[in-house]
């Protein structure tokens, strides 16, 4: 066991699904076994026992596959700068070979018969209490407006957890802070589209290579402050199948990227 390197990510949701697809690269393609410092095991159960889970630390680590000492590269995406720090320079594959288990919830959403759309809950940024981040949060109306432009094509079910700071209408579902992260794997298995924010969604839905529809916020983008300002759209959308649509542009143009939404 001496010789098996550890790896870990950030200690977020998104950041264990970033690190699930380096970690899939390692086991899959270098035959590499792992030690994965993270605090949601669930993530990792595709890649079966060529890793082995331990809780999260910063301590003694091997391989720090983290994205954020590149955050000021334009050039990468976030997920590419995690494969980069861990040491990978060719193409990764980011993907989540998921088995789901929970049929029963699965066939609850499918009977009614409409694409599904996972939506997410507002909640402060990063889980953040201190109002760090806070303009990262985009404005809600405009998410709104989005749901009530797919809703009478597609079943809305609201996903997440924590206290929600804005409550949607239309929500088909309402799922948030009754699922754990198996079941919330599950139903994302199944989806045909997510609808949200700069979140874990983002890496969520591209491991499972389903669209996504994220609003972002021009008040995140205008930050003084350099982390947050260098969240854009262009850093953390790593594959095609996501796309964006920012807070402050005109009903047209929401429009027009929200009519090729689930198409």
């Not at 390692?26 to 082995?52: E, N």
Request: proline share 5%; glycine share 8%; with cysteine.
């Amino acid at each position: 066991m001496h010789n098996i390197k550890s790896i870990r990510c950030g200690q977020g949701l998104g950041d264990s699904l970033y690190l699930q697809s380096v970690c899939r690269y390692f086991v899959k393609v270098k035959k590499q076994r792992l030690k994965v410092a993270t605090s949601w095991p669930d993530i990792f159960r595709p890649l079966g026992d060529m890793v082995s889970i331990i809780p999260f630390t910063r301590q003694g680590i091997d391989i720090v596959a983290h994205y954020t000492m590149r955050k000021g590269i334009k050039e990468t995406t976030q997920f590419q700068d995690c494969c980069l720090q861990a040491g990978i320079h060719g193409p990764v594959e980011m993907k989540l070979d998921w088995v789901p288990t929970n049929h029963r919830l699965i066939s609850g959403l499918k009977k009614h018969g409409k694409p599904i759309v996972l939506l997410q809950r507002p909640r402060n940024p990063m889980g953040r209490t201190d109002g760090f981040g806070k303009e990262l949060m985009p404005d809600c109306n405009v998410i709104q407006s989005v749901i009530n432009s797919i809703k009478h094509r597609a079943l809305i079910v609201q996903v997440g957890a924590g206290q929600p700071i804005f409550e949607f209408a239309g929500v088909d579902i309402d799922l948030s802070n009754k699922t754990s992260v198996s079941d919330l794997l599950d139903i994302s298995s199944v989806a045909d589209g997510f609808l949200g924010y700069c979140s874990f969604m983002v890496p969520l839905a591209e491991s499972f290579g389903k669209p996504g529809l994220f609003v972002w916020s021009s008040r995140g983008l205008r930050s003084i402050e350099p982390f947050i300002a260098r969240i854009t759209p262009r850093k953390i959308l790593h594959c095609n199948t996501s796309s964006y649509v920012m807070d402050n542009w005109t009903q047209e143009q929401i429009t027009e990227v929200t009519n090729g939404f689930l198409l």
